[in-house]
């Protein structure tokens, strides 16, 4: 599976953008898809998961209440929705799939980076305050 991210950019604190992750060359719609990211010196973080239906999903602390994930099987397409953007959401953004559908059911395996097999490079998103 071949993943490719897009919609990062620059926002000012409070402002929203969505992130689209587009899937080819393999079966999108039997993983789960989850987005990372990392900011520049830390390490890459677990930030959102979705089920391979789409019918859980999971979250950083951080993203509760302010960032959606979604995902249209029919069109490879996942999604995230990013709501009252703050400066330390500030980082590039992944989307990573390959997992198998038990991951997701573990903190420490969902969150963990090697538990997916694709990436995609990822979409810088910048946050001025």
């Known amino acids: 599976v071949q993943l490719q991210a897009s919609g990062g950019g620059l926002v000012h604190t409070g402002g929203s953008l969505r992130l689209s992750c587009a899937a080819s060359?393999?079966?999108?719609?039997?993983?789960?898809v989850t987005w990372f990211r990392q900011a520049p010196g830390k390490e890459r973080e677990f930030v959102s998961a979705?089920?391979?239906?789409?019918?859980?999903?999971y979250y950083v602390d951080s993203a509760k209440g302010r960032f959606t994930i979604s995902r249209d099987n029919a069109k490879n397409m996942a999604y995230l929705q990013m709501d009252s953007l703050k400066p330390e959401d500030t980082a590039v953004y992944f989307c990573?799939?390959?997992?198998?559908?038990?991951?997701?059911?573990?903190?420490?395996?969902?969150?963990?980076?090697?538990?997916?097999?694709?990436w995609g490079p990822g979409t810088q998103v910048t946050v001025s305050s």
């Open positions: 060359g393999g079966t999108f719609s039997s993983y789960p």
């Open positions: 979705i089920s391979f239906s789409g019918k859980s999903t």
């Open positions: 990573a799939t390959g997992a198998s559908t038990s991951t997701l059911l573990s903190i420490r395996a969902r969150s963990s980076s090697s538990s997916y097999a694709f």
